[in-house]
Structures are given as structure tokens and as C-alpha cells.
């Protein structure tokens, strides 16, 4: 190696170190946050309720709850004015401060899985199932969930509660109770109360063949319609059948349309009122909402005199569907097509009028 060649080496091997020394400086002078992150740690205060697992739900320094594992690792972090353990790996959240607390359900991972939009979630249990029922603040309305938080109907109860062993769910008129299996929930009663044309009624369904066909909303929509047809048999107007059927009209008649005597009619009383299976010519479910009305009703007799009567008349609704999305009403009708009139007096005969007949019958023998 020649001179020149060695103080070239020389010259780089001296800018290295100088490099080398410059850039340790560099990362010595650096402030050590900006270099790294520093890993927040969470201080558990308090533990309160766990698991099988081990997992536990803990309060930090701010009152604040969250969720641990068995090895203190932080799963749900302490944003939560309240946290308890719900079924299938999820808890029950709650955010916000006294009456204005909302409630939801979190995963595991801290996720929302049911938005916190509920004045609190209750916890049911219906023989060896578990529900929930969230009620709604604005309407204290509740939506009932299964234990993986999935819903168990596309709507809405004015109450969840469990009595005597059964779910019982009310709404509107109807109270519907159902009973839970390895199969999930099964629907063992139905209790229904409406009005008719301001006559009230009650509608009861017990058989469990009938019930496994039904739903509450297909009760509600059934007798829903029939009170629609009732005013409609009454009243004998066409603008209510739009709101009855959106197919033929042609099934549904009024009461006694074609019966020139009948002066009025005037609903009493709905009795005996009944749902049933019927027959189908397609395979389709159909069915008929039965019922008595008891009726006053004006008329002219055989003289033009007005009179009066009162019987009651018994009628049936059918419906096809199997669903409250399908569902469908295809007929309405009367069993008589006009009532049962009084037969014509028989006016007594005055004496004077019977000595009449027997000189008149005297003439004629004479005459004879």
C-alpha cells in the first residue's frame, strides 16, 4: 500500500468515527418519549365480581369500571360508569352520570355489541333459559334478547316479566306467555282483549297445536281486522274494506244487505269469539276468527208497522298466511242472510163478528 493509498484510508476511517460519533449524540440528545411510547398503565383500584375464567371486573382510580383477565391484562378498558357479566362472554355497560345513564352490552374486546341507547337491561330467567329485557327510556318500551344478545322478536313489549315459571309478554290487548325447551321459547298461551265497535271482547287460545302456528302479531292482526270488519257489517260501508283486505272484495258481506224490511242495525255485545285452523285448497295455513254479535235491529213487519227485535248472529273472518308478513284476509260473512222474524199475529175474533159468520152461514143453507 502507497502513501497516497493509506491516507485515504486514513481520511475514511476517520469520517466513520465521526459519523458514528454524531449519530450516538444524536440519539443521547433525543428526549426518550419521542423515541418511544410509553404503555399507559391502568391502576386498579378495586376488584369486584369474576368469572369461571378468572376474568373480573375492577374500578380504576376514577370510579371508573373495566375488565381484567386472570393476569390483570386490561380486555375492556375503565370508560364505564357501571359494567356487570352478562351470558356468552359479554357485560352489560352503562356511561353516564345518575338518572341519565344509558345501557348496551360490550364484548370481551371492548366492543359495542348492543348500542347503549336502553334505561337499563334486566336479566330474566325462564325455566333454564336466559333472556334479557332492554327497556327504552323515551317510552319505557322493551326489546327482549336471547343470551347471545340476538333478539327474540322483530319488536317491541310494553312489559317482560316472569311469572310462575313463564315468560309473559304484553302489548296493547294481548298478553302472551310462553314457556322455554331445548328448542328455545314456545308460545303456551295467548290471552287477547279488544273492541268493536265500542263493544269489548276477550279472545283466549290454550291449544299448543294452534299456538305453534301462531304468532302474537298474527293474533293482534287477525282481530285487528275482524273489529274492521264488524264496523264494516254495520255501517255497510265500502271505505272500510281497503283497510280489511288489499285483494277481492268479493268475500266480504255485510250484514243483511239485501234485506228491504231492515230499517237499522245496532251492534250490543261480541261474545264466543274463537280462532281456529282451517282447511286449504293450496297448503297454505288459513284460518277463521269466529264470533256472536249480538244485534238490535228496526224492521216493518207484514202491516208497515216498525218493530223491534234482538238475536244474535254468528259470523266468521278468514285468514291465509304463514305469517304476520303474509298474512292475509279473504273472507267475511254472516251464517244467516236475514234474521229470524216473529211470524205474523193472528188477531182474535170478536163475538160479533162469530154471530156474523153463523147468519151469513144460516143464508147460505137457506138459500140452498
Known sequence: MNKQTRLVVSFLFIVVIILAAAITHFYLSVPADNTAKKTAQTEITRKGAADGDGNYIFTDSNGR??????????????????????????????????????????????????????????????????????????????????KHFEPCFRRTWSSCAVKDGSLLLTDGGGTYAFSYSSDGLLFTRAVYDGDASGCPYSVEINSRVMLSKLTPSMIEDMTGITEKYIDYAYSGSDELLPSITKGSRAGFAALFPDDHRLLTKRLLGISDVHIYSVRSKDDVPCYEVTFSADTEITYTDEDGERRTMRDKYKAAVGFSGTSESDLKAIYGAFEKSEPDYPEPEIKDETPADNEAEKNNAAQRQNGE
Open 65 to 146: 369500571y373495566g375488565m381484567a383477565d386472570s393476569e390483570n391484562r386490561i380486555l375492556i378498558a375503565s370508560e364505564w360508569t357501571d359494567l356487570k357479566f352478562a351470558s356468552s362472554d359479554k357485560c352489560i355497560a352503562a356511561s353516564g352520570i345518575g338518572n341519565s345513564r344509558l345501557y348496551g352490552c360490550v364484548d370481551f374486546d371492548g366492543n359495542i355489541v348492543i348500542p347503549l341507547i336502553y334505561s337499563g337491561i334486566s336479566k330474566l330467567s325462564v325455566g333454564s333459559g336466559t333472556f334479557y329485557s332492554a327497556e327504552t327510556g323515551s317510552d319505557g318500551r322493551c326489546v327482549l334478547y336471547d
